[in-house]
C-alpha cells in the first residue's frame, strides 16, 4: 500500500535567499516523498518591525524595499487563488535570486508576473497597502507556530498526534536533490517531533549557492 501524501504549508519572503532554496529543495521533496507543497506569504519586514531601531541601517533599507514584493504576491492570491502563489514564487525568485535582477524594479515584477500568467498590472501594489490586513494575517499563521526568534521560511506538516509540527528552516546550500533531499526531509521531519527539541545550528560559510537551480 502506498503511503498517503500529506501537505507542508511553507511560508516564505520572495525576497530572502535562503528561502528561496529551502524551497527548492521542497520541489524536490515532492518528487521523492509523499508531499504536496501549500504555499503562504509572511513578511520580513513585518517581522522586524518591532527592532527596526536596533538594526544595521543598511538591513533597514533592505527592509523597507522588501514590501513590494510580498505585497505583489499577497495581491495576486487574493484576487486570482492560493494557487497562483507556487508558480509566482518561481517566477520572482528566478528572477531576484537566480538571474540577479532587481526585485524593486517594476519592470521585473511585471515580468515575474507575466512568466506565472498573471497579469502585469498586479505589480502596481508594489506600493500600495490594499492587501496589508491579509499580508500580516498570513504572516501571523506561519510565525505562531515557530515563534518570534526566527524568520522565513517557516513549514508546518501534520504530526501524529494531528496536531501541526512546525519549524524554520532548514536552512541549507546547495539545495539538496534526489536522495539527498529525502534524507533531509525525513531527518528533519525526525528531529523537529521529538518533543522538547528546539534548535541545531552552526556558522554558515558559503553563501546561498543557485547552481543547481
Not at 529543495?25 to 513578511?43: A, F, G, N, Q, T
Not at 533597514?60 to 484576487?79: C, N, S
Not at 507556530?145 to 508546518?156: M, N, R, S
Not at 541549507?172 to 541545531?200: C, H, K, N
Request: glycine fraction near 8%.
Amino acid at each position: 500500500m502506498s503511503e498517503s501524501r500529506i501537505t507542508a504549508d511553507f511560508w516564505f519572503d520572495p525576497m530572502c535567499p535562503w528561502a528561496w532554496m529551502t524551497s527548492r529543495w521542497m520541489l524536490e521533496v515532492e518528487k521523492v516523498r509523499p508531499v504536496d507543497v501549500r504555499w503562504h506569504v509572511m513578511s520580513l519586514a513585518v517581522l522586524n518591525e518591532p527592532k527596526m531601531d536596533e538594526l544595521p541601517e543598511e538591513y533597514q533599507t533592505l527592509l523597507k524595499t522588501a514590501w513590494g514584493p510580498v505585497r505583489v504576491a499577497i495581491a495576486a492570491q487574493q484576487q486570482h487563488g492560493d494557487d497562483v502563489l507556487g508558480p509566482l514564487y518561481t517566477a520572482m525568485g528566478t528572477r531576484f535570486h537566480n538571474k540577479g535582477q532587481d526585485a524593486t524594479d517594476r519592470a521585473v515584477l511585471e515580468a515575474a508576473l507575466e512568466d506565472a500568467g498573471l497579469p502585469a498590472s498586479l505589480a502596481g501594489y508594489a506600493d500600495k497597502d490594499t492587501y496589508d490586513t491579509e499580508l500580516r494575517a498570513s504572516h501571523k499563521e506561519g510565525i505562531d507556530k515557530v515563534g518570534q526568534d526566527v524568520g522565513t521560511p517557516v513549514i508546518a506538516v501534520p504530526g501524529a498526534d494531528g496536531e501541526q509540527i512546525a519549524f524554520f528552516g532548514p536552512v541549507v546550500t546547495p539545495a539538496p536533490q534526489g536522495e539527498a533531499a529525502a534524507r533531509l526531509w525525513d531527518g528533519t521531519l525526525m528531529v523537529a517531533s521529538t518533543p522538547g527539541f528546539y534548535e541545531i545550528k552552526r556558522t554558515r560559510t558559503a553563501g546561498p549557492d543557485f547552481s543547481n537551480l
